[in-house]
């Protein structure tokens, strides 16, 4: 004796907000059941085991066949399979493109292509993830990475009309997209104390501020990839360590400006050139692709290491880095203020963002 | 040349890819009316080609625009071999042909395929000009109207009330006429589709035509159904009830008819209950007010003259003998025989029992081609029995001459007609006067091939013996019509269960036209007279039956409840009571229907879902054998299953119960019951006694610890149950008044021993209400077993209701959230299994299924689950099938308390007035109720055939309970009509369905600009907080599914979740390209679901119905209706001031 089909349809389709994130989750039904009998549903409700059971495999199954909506968000407020109230698409949307900032932590930066798609076991047994939930979320990142990738226009207003996003959803997934496209290492071992969040912090600075969409969004070219122009132009920031004067100058108003402000005055000081070859070097490698993808480390590794066993205060590195961008501006020699405006707006932003234990 | 039919393909939306090297399709469309095509360009390379054709036109005659469907073929071109279909649409061409309907089809239309479902969407635009054609012989019946739905739809006026149409049309079935038994299952899914799509529309077509010549203008409670029969053939058959209905047109219309022109009105009618009886009281004697009802009434309107013959009526119905049955009675016959099939005398069961009653060596040698055909002398026998009994019964007490010739004029204009059947449940005010029992009738009959499809005579000739047999059960319970019917079918194999049910009635006759109308007039003084003498107070000798004929002014909510004929003449132990309202009528003790709660019915606390289930093994058999075994196995569960009815409704502390519908299932080793009903307490009727259990070895100690044990645990369900529903019925006030009724029952009794129950018959004593007790005896295994069935029945959870009516009586104000659902179960059994176990899974099953429900709503409650619609069937062996439909409903809880605080405070000082008045009657009821107890002639009735009779008409008919149906209404409408607008408008709000009247009659206007994104399905006729503001025409729709790549789809769960979704998107979008938002009356009339996994393969077919329509919010109707009713107010005004 056994239930050989089992099936409700709603006109209005029921979807349950809890168990659908068991879905998202990865969760088989026997796993969801425990779950939700746990959850206490079974009381409130004066339901058995053999009801939740039912019930759970029936929502599991609206979701499999909303999925294939949920794909292309867009269609599903014009299909006509399901009758879903508004609020509750968006809500189905929302929860279906969400991610574990653990799991886009381990992808972050990768090439979305079928090779990292086969070592997901390993990203879902490192992160406690299950492995279909992290299918869908790498699907996800694979799917808006090449809907975007083909489209003029900002990054983040193209997400959300395509993906129907919300705000801070769209503004995640444009970093994700853009760390696939610039390919940046995230995984080093030196960078793991940074969050996701971190990292789309930095994304937006530099999607905002180096991209060709930054300088003009009329642009026929996207988003996605570095204003090349801008990354020539960088290369001529290299006399700021090349020429002897320059550093010296360059030092000395920093210094002046620091004197007394800081605890870690002298450090500072006695590192002031390699903290400033640092920076530029960075800045004139960024020409190279190669170089580009190691942009986070070489931060990490030039520039927030030295200063963290310094023990800098972020208040320090505040200040420091405020007076190293405007001093610029007053060496005489110095021609690129504009170039060095762009680059050091970003590179301070990201580098306070990212300068945490 | 009389349409011209137009059709332009506009675009396309969400095309599969089918051209796999570029992901692309090349799409185009061929359009189809009958055997014209045309066809789009070929829109190359997209999935979302912009067609924007040119108006294709067909013209052709209105007949096949009946008949036809519009096909729409989308196709990718493909230069070098032959087209793919991607998919077809089907559009039923007949919603353009009614001018109220819709105008126009316009807007996105799924693309379905029956292999792989719903692939893109359409956009279409069609559009038909009819042209007058007034030949006389045409064969189409364009602008006949169709409605599902089993009421006067709601922004309609009923006219006239035909009565009965039927049609049937047969075919061969596509699906096994492939040569050498290759079958491609497309071509043969879409042959099958299109052949019923064209049986349909025919069928429509034919019905018109009979309407037509009727007279009539629409079809109400249009049920179309089909019977897959196989390889004998596909039939479609068709009833409805024929209408003239009067679109309600503007303000003025409803403000001079309130009482009839919408359905909503019937909210209001307990408040005039309640006050019509308060007038004539304290007036003393009721007659003045008569009097003024009548002169106001009869001169103005014509159906006014003839709702004075249905007065007639009343005072006649009492001398018509119903037969009536106990249901304690039947005990006796089945369990006493140990060979029941032998047993069973002759007339018993005429229809359902044939098989077994007739000996059938000698009916098979008659039947040559396999057929068992039944003879028709045994419901005439019983015929004539019963009308032999009447004549007999009532001759004692006949009141005179005049009342028989009134009884016979009236009955005559329903007689006249063939079949004097309604499909309605819900009925204009004033039509139904009294209800009888429910009748039913079934027929096995064995399939053989239809040889000659334009002459479907077998499948008519069918119909025809079981309508005939309705029809006689009816009038042998005293009744002239058959409201609430519906017919239906089981099959397996080449064996087929015919099956066909109503409530038999009295009807007024003021909605009809057949009688002869200067009769009627001759006859509408005549009662005036009546009345007159009435006027002088009701004396002795005009006994019971001059009392029955007032009995219009003194029901409130309780005439129908009311026994229609003379104690007297009841040939069988009925329990009866005065009324518990009026207390000066008889009553049953429990009353059974299939149509739906009477508006203006009394109920006291709630009602819900009560199911009986039952599943019975048979032997695995071939041909006549087959067919004998399972005839002589239906009375048995037809009787199984009105005892676990009746003792579940006493269960539940309730004595009525409404849309009554038995399903008997057929399958190769078993056969399958579920009756489903909804219970209620109705006011009027008695208190229905709990149940006692009795062992039969009282010695053992144990055991009567047991039994104890088991009581205890009845009683205490029977009290919280009472609780559960606010059964609290205002019993003390009958103490106070001192009644007539010398003690009111406490318990009814079941027979379970022949013995016993036969001595019982004989010394019953019908009026005294004597002790008697519903008893179980607990060494029956039976009993055992009903004990556990009673008591497994879970409760349903904190905040819901259910119901299989369309409305849930005690609750009002519902909101606008409604969820309609359909769910499926398919249920394996193992091999094996005893009667016992079969019943347990299959009750489990569908106690489960309701638990399952109640969880999946839970964020509704609090809610009630309205028309829940139970479907069984055994797809296979050892499956069992359960669908079933409903919808949920939302309530405010908080007002509801409310409203049940203000009825509980109006109750007893109803009561109180009603029963001053009641005390005038009181010495000659007592002096009637003695005497009839007495009367020899009555006992004599009783005792001498009661295991003959009396148990004859309970298995023949099915029919439980007959009780009369006093016409209030136009005391009501007359009510209404004086003036008392502060009950009309506090009902309005009260009123589960606030129709605004006048103003909400401004529809078209308000509605233009609403959206038509969503649409609301459900299975009730109409939608809570807003009002129907247009029919835009029926919707019926069949489809197949079919997949050979089951797994793939989700199993057989998915496959069949994924079609109905589709079925109910297309229903959808069909209803959103007429124009409307909203489907009512809908039902899934067939799932009929088929799997192979071993092949992974699965076949479905679904067929639903509903009534297309549009409707605007309440809220919405107030914003935008604030101009015209000021003009309303105006012309209303006006109208007055003349």
Redesign the interface.
Same mark, same amino acid.
């Given at each position: 004796m056994s239930v050989e089909l089992d099936v409700f349809v709603g006109n209005t389709t029921i979807m349950d907000k809890e168990v659908y994130q068991l879905w998202l989750n990865g969760y088989t039904v026997n796993d969801a059941v425990k779950v939700r009998i746990e959850g206490g549903v079974m009381e409130e409700c004066e339901a058995s085991a053999e009801v939740l059971l039912s019930d759970t495999m029936d929502q599991y199954r609206t979701f499999q066949m909303c999925e294939r909506l949920l794909h292309h968000p867009a269609k599903l407020a014009n299909q006509l399979l399901f009758q879903i109230p508004p609020d509750r698409q968006a809500m189905l949307i929302e929860r279906y493109y969400a991610f574990d900032d653990l799991f886009v932590r381990e992808v972050l930066g990768k090439k979305l292509s079928k090779g990292t798609k086969k070592d997901l076991d390993d990203v879902s047994t490192k992160t406690g993830i299950t492995l279909k939930s992290c299918r869908r979320q790498f699907d996800n990142f694979k799917r808006v990475f090449k809907v975007v990738e083909e489209l003029k226009g900002p990054l983040v207003e193209n997400i959300r009309q395509h993906f129907l996003l919300p705000d801070q959803l769209a503004r995640d997934y444009a970093a994700i997209v853009f760390f696939a496209n610039n390919r940046f290492e995230t995984g080093k071992k030196k960078l793991q104390y940074l969050t996701f969040q971190d990292f789309a912090f930095c994304a937006g600075q530099l999607i905002n501020n180096w991209t060709l969409g930054a300088v003009d969004n009329m642009m026929e070219d996207m988003d996605v990839d570095l204003d090349k122009e801008f990354l020539q132009d960088l290369k001529d920031l290299k006399i700021l360590i090349t020429d002897k004067d320059l550093l010296d100058q360059h030092k000395s108003l920093v210094c002046t400006a620091l004197r007394g402000k800081t605890n870690v005055y002298n450090e500072m000081e006695a590192n002031f050139k390699n903290l400033s070859r640092g920076l530029v070097n960075i800045a004139a490698k960024l020409i190279n692709a190669k170089d580009v993808r190691d942009f986070f480390i070489d931060l990490v590794e030039k520039f927030i290491e030295p200063c963290r066993s310094d023990k800098w205060t972020s208040i320090d590195m505040n200040l420091y880095l405020t007076h190293y961008t405007n001093s610029a501006h007053i060496l005489d020699t110095f021609k690129h203020h504009a170039v060095w405006t762009r680059y050091m707006g970003v590179i301070k932003s990201c580098i306070l963002r990212l300068y945490h234990d | 040349m009389p349409g011209k039919l137009k059709a332009k393909i506009v675009a396309g939306?969400?095309l599969p890819v089918m051209d796999r090297a570029s992901d692309l399709t090349d799409a185009f469309v061929e359009v189809k009316f009958g055997n014209t095509t045309f066809k789009t360009d070929v829109y190359p390379k997209s999935l979302n080609p912009q067609w924007n054709s040119e108006w294709f036109k067909f013209e052709v005659d209105d007949e096949d625009l009946q008949d036809e469907p519009l096909q729409i073929t989308v196709l990718d071109h493909d230069t070098y071999s032959a087209n793919d279909a991607i998919g077809k649409v089907y559009i039923d061409i007949d919603p353009l042909l009614c001018s109220e309907a819709a105008t126009v089809i316009s807007g996105?239309l799924?693309i379905y395929d029956t292999i792989h479902g719903?692939r893109g969407?359409i956009n279409v635009l069609v559009k038909v000009d009819l042209f007058n054609d007034l030949n006389r012989f045409r064969q189409s019946s364009c602008g006949v109207k169709f409605f599902c739905t089993t009421s006067i739809p709601r922004c309609y006026r009923a006219i006239m009330v035909h009565g009965f149409v039927e049609e049937l049309v047969v075919n061969e079935d596509p699906e096994y006429q492939w040569i050498d038994r290759i079958r491609t299952p497309r071509a043969s899914n879409e042959a099958r589709q299109r052949l019923i799509f064209l049986m349909s529309g025919e069928l429509q077509r034919k019905i018109g035509l009979k309407v037509l010549e009727m007279g009539g203008n629409a079809v109400v409670g249009y049920l179309q159904c089909f019977d897959l029969e196989g390889e004998s053939g596909l039939v479609v058959r068709a009833i409805g009830t024929a209408c003239t209905l009067e679109k309600i047109s503007t303000f003025p219309a409803t403000a001079t008819h309130p009482s009839n022109s919408s359905p909503s009105k019937d909210m209001k009618e307990p408040v005039f209950g309640e006050e019509a009886p308060g007038v004539p009281l304290s007036s003393g004697p009721p007659t003045p007010l008569r009097a003024q009802t009548f002169s106001s009434f009869s001169p103005s309107k014509s159906y006014s003259r003839q709702s004075s013959s249905s007065d007639t009526e009343l005072s006649l119905t009492p001398k018509t003998v119903g037969i009536f049955l106990c249901p304690s009675a039947p005990a006796l016959e089945y369990e006493s025989s140990p060979l029941p099939s032998a047993h069973l005398p002759l007339h018993l069961r005429p229809r359902m029992a044939s098989m077994s009653s007739t000996p059938p060596p000698f009916h098979v040698s008659q039947s040559d081609s396999a057929m068992l055909r039944k003879s028709v002398s045994f419901s005439e026998e019983l015929l004539l029995a019963a009308s032999g009994m009447g004549s007999g019964g009532s001759a004692g007490k006949d009141a005179g001459p005049l009342k028989a010739l009134l009884k016979q004029q009236t009955q005559s204009a329903l007689e006249q007609r063939e079949y004097p059947f309604f499909t309605l449940t819900v009925f204009p005010p004033g039509f139904l006067l009294h209800v009888g029992g429910v009748v039913s009738a079934r027929s096995v009959k064995l399939l053989d091939r239809i040889h000659n499809p334009d002459e479907p005579e077998t499948r008519d000739a069918w119909w025809e013996e079981i309508r005939q047999e309705i029809k006689s059960h009816a009038k042998s319970l005293g009744c002239h019509a058959v409201v609430g019917y519906s017919e239906s079918t089981s099959i397996c194999e080449e064996v087929c269960i015919l099956s066909a049910s109503g409530t038999a009635a009295i009807l007024s006759s003021r909605f009809m036209q057949d009688g002869p109308l200067d009769t009627e007039l001759r006859l509408s003084q005549q009662p005036l007279c009546v009345f007159s003498t009435g006027s002088e107070r009701v004396e002795g000798d005009m006994g019971s039956s001059a009392s029955l004929g007032f009995e219009e002014v003194v029901s409130p909510g309780c005439g129908f409840c009311h026994i229609p004929y003379d104690e007297l003449n009841i040939p069988f132990p009925a329990q009866l009571t005065y009324c518990y309202c009026c207390r000066r009528y008889k009553v049953p003790d429990v009353l059974f229907t299939t149509i739906d709660l009477p508006t203006e019915a009394s109920v006291t606390g709630k009602g819900c879902l009560i199911q009986a289930r039952l599943c019975r093994t048979k032997k695995k058999a071939q041909g006549e054998v087959n067919a004998m075994a399972i005839s002589n196995l239906l009375p048995f569960l037809e009787y199984e299953l009105h005892t676990q009815l009746m003792n579940k409704l006493k269960l539940r502390g309730m004595n009525a119960l409404f849309g009554l519908r038995i399903q008997i299932s057929v399958g190769e080793t078993m056969l399958l019951g579920l009756a489903s009903a909804t219970g209620v307490y109705l006011t009027a009727l008695p208190s229905p006694g709990g149940i006692q259990i009795v062992g039969k070895t009282p010695s053992d100690i144990t055991y009567e610890q047991h039994i104890s044990n088991m009581q205890k645990k009845i009683n205490d369900t029977i009290t919280k149950n009472k609780e559960l529903y606010e059964i609290n019925p205002p019993e003390v006030v009958e103490e106070i008044i001192g009644s007539p009724i010398p003690e009111p029952r406490q318990r009814s009794r079941l027979f379970r021993s022949h013995s016993e129950s036969s001595d019982d018959v004989s010394e019953i004593d019908l009026s005294h209400g004597k002790k008697d007790a519903f008893v179980l005896e607990i060494d029956d295994t039976d009993a055992v077993e009903d004990i556990h069935a009673l008591l497994t029945d879970s409760p349903t959870?904190?905040g819901f209701y259910s119901c299989n009516t369309e409305i849930m009586p005690g609750i009002q104000n519902w909101t606008s959230a409604i969820?309609?659902?359909?769910?499926?179960? +398919?249920?394996? !059994? /193992?091999a094996n299994l005893t009667n016992q176990g079969l019943n347990k899974?299959f009750s489990d099953l569908c106690e /489960?299924l309701l638990? *399952?429900?109640?969880?999946? !709503?839970?964020s509704m409650v609090p809610c009630c689950l309205c028309h829940l619609n139970f479907t069984v069937a055994i797809p296979e062996d050892e !499956?069992i099938?359960v669908a079933v439909t409903a919808v949920a409903l939302s309530f405010d809880k908080v007002q509801t308390l409310e409203n049940g605080k203000q009825s509980g405070e109006k109750t007893p000082i109803k009561a109180i007035t009603e029963n001053d008045e009641q005390l005038q009657f009181n010495l000659e009821l007592n002096a009637e109720t003695s005497s009839s107890s007495i009367s020899p002639k009555g006992l004599s009735e009783v005792g001498s055939h009661p295991s003959a009779r009396a148990p004859s008409v309970d298995y023949s008919s099915f029919a439980d309970r007959c009780s009369s149906w006093i016409e209030q209404l136009k005391l009501k409408a007359h009510t209404i009509r004086r003036g008392s607008v502060k009950t009309t408008s506090s009902m309005e709000k009260a009123s589960p369905l606030p129709e605004g009247r006048s103003r909400s009659l401004r529809s078209n206007r308000s509605y233009s600009g609403s959206s038509v994104a +969503?649409?609301?399905?459900t299975p009730l006729s109409f939608i809570p907080g807003a009002k129907i503001i247009k029919y835009l025409g029926i919707i019926n729709m069949f489809f197949i599914r079919e997949t050979s790549s089951l797994r793939e789809e989700?199993g +057989? *769960?998915?496959f !069949?979740?994924?079609f109905?979704?589709?079925v109910?998107?297309?229903v959808?979008?069909h209803v959103a390209a007429l124009g409307g938002n909203a489907v009512v009356s809908y039902s899934m009339k067939e799932c009929v679901?088929m799997e192979n996994p071993n092949k992974n393969q699965a076949q479905c077919l679904i067929n639903v119905s509903g009534d297309a329509v549009i409707f605007v919010r309440e809220s919405e109707l107030e914003l935008t209706s604030v101009q015209p009713q000021s003009a309303t107010t105006q012309t209303s005004n006006g109208g007055e001031g003349t």
């Open positions: - | 939306r969400h996105w799924p719903i969407e959870p904190a969820q309609m659902f359909t769910s499926v179960r +398919v249920f394996r !059994l /193992n899974i /489960n638990k *399952s429900l109640y969880f999946k !709503l839970r !499956l099938q +969503v649409v609301k399905m989700g +057989v *769960s998915g !069949l979740h994924t109905i979704a589709e109910f998107a297309m959808r979008a679901f």
